[in-house]
């Protein structure tokens, strides 16, 4: 189904502003010649002449002042066959009144600025030029007089009407710059705003990833440990089922302050009142007691200052490389590495499991390794996964830091 599409306003320029200037000069040039001779006429010429007067201002006002209003605010200048309708209207008119009394050539003034003020500049100087000729030719029809090159006044609307061409040349000229400097600055003020509007959506899409991430490497992975943990408790006697369903409340207790973690948005809690490499170690600890594999923790170079970013990410990393060997390896033991080598700093995550046959196609097609490697991708490092069919997989992580 279609939709009419409304007519928008039309923001009006400086100058269509102060249009009322010209329509001022157009009602003073009818009124002001009227006064001065109607007091002279008998009374049935006065109500003919103030009916003609008031003939021709209710025309301009008509066109000038109530149309474009009805047109929601589009000017005259911009609906040509209005425009012109109004200018010959007003000519016929103006044409009745000059044969009342020739005082009323004083309203060329007003008239002629209507071409230029509501019409395009190439109309407006056919307009005057056609003007002019029926001035020209209404003056010598009521002198009786045949129109000739010698007459001064020929010349002098001659003249006239070829200056107030240039000048509406020279002022379209400035006005087409203006409109010109008008509609790039518009330009540019949508490309802001759509700009804006991209990073917005952007920034949105960020931090729903961002959220994923925070769920999968904190609440995800402690369900799942929680899962397991209740699923061989029910295979167990009560006494050794005890242990699991214990590591099961624990679990559960750390996966509740990390969910009010996440909804503060503050950083993860192990670095919350501990270094990177104590908060790693930490991690390591709880991971090796819930998984009973062994595991150690090895930090090497000067240990170094780091972005809260940076840390966070070898922190997901750690864990999600420890989750991805509970799930997967088989391992018995695990080595995970923390190097500080200058302008870079790397992990490594080492296991002796049944490794991968060579590839980490297993790992690709779920969300943990590529959630992983979208968040170090995004602070400029690369992720690495090193395998051999039965001979454990190795995660490296490595992120660039300052000097």
Not at 106 to 133: C, D, K, P, R, Y
Not at 134 to 161: K, R
Not at 285 to 296: D, I, K, L, T
Not at 371 to 392: H, Y
């Amino acid at each position: 189904m279609s939709e009419t599409k409304a007519i928008q306003p039309v923001q009006t320029d400086f100058w269509e502003r102060w249009n009322w200037i010209w329509s001022a000069v157009f009602y003073l040039t009818l009124v002001a010649p009227a006064m001065l001779i109607i007091q002279d006429l008998p009374a049935k010429e006065q109500g003919w002449l103030a009916g003609m007067v008031l003939a021709a201002c209710g025309w301009h006002w008509l066109w000038v002042t109530w149309v474009p209003r009805y047109q929601n605010g589009v000017p005259l200048r911009r609906r040509t066959i209005f425009a012109a309708i109004y200018l010959v209207g007003a000519v016929i008119l103006w044409l009745q009144l000059i044969a009342q009394d020739e005082i009323f050539y004083i309203h060329l003034s007003g008239l002629f600025n209507q071409f230029f003020v509501h019409l395009e500049i190439m109309w407006a100087m056919v307009g005057t030029t056609l003007f002019t000729a029926v001035v020209i030719l209404q003056n010598a029809f009521a002198n009786n007089e045949p129109i000739s090159l010698q007459d001064p006044g020929v010349w002098g609307l001659a003249l006239g009407v070829v200056g107030a061409n240039l000048f509406g040349l020279w002022l379209n000229g400035i006005i087409s710059e203006s409109n010109e400097r008008r509609e790039l600055l518009e330009a540019l003020h949508q490309a802001q705003a759509d700009l804006a509007a991209s990073e917005r959506r952007a920034g949105v899409l960020s931090e729903r990833q961002r959220l994923a991430h925070e769920i999968h490497d904190t609440l995800a992975q402690g369900f799942i440990g929680i899962i397991m943990h209740l699923e061989a408790a029910q295979s167990l006697p009560a006494e050794q089922a005890s242990q699991h369903v214990v590591q099961a409340e624990q679990m559960a207790r750390q996966n509740l302050q990390q969910a009010r973690y996440l909804v503060e948005d503050l950083r993860p809690e192990p670095l919350q009142q501990a270094s990177l490499p104590d908060a790693i170690r930490q991690t390591v600890a709880q991971w090796q007691q819930q998984s009973r594999v062994a595991a150690r923790v090895q930090v090497t170079g000067e240990e170094r200052p780091l972005t809260p970013n940076t840390e966070h990410t070898l922190l997901r990393a750690t864990q999600e490389s420890l989750a991805n060997v509970h799930k997967h390896a088989q391992a018995s033991e695990v080595t995970v590495t923390l190097s500080y080598m200058g302008n870079l700093v790397m992990l490594d995550v080492q296991d002796d499991g049944v490794g991968l046959g060579g590839s980490d196609s297993q790992w690709q097609s779920g969300f943990g390794l590529t959630a992983m490697r979208q968040r170090v991708e995004q602070i400029g490092g690369t992720l690495l996964v090193e395998s051999d069919d039965g001979e454990g997989t190795t995660v490296v992580v490595s992120i660039p830091v300052g000097d």
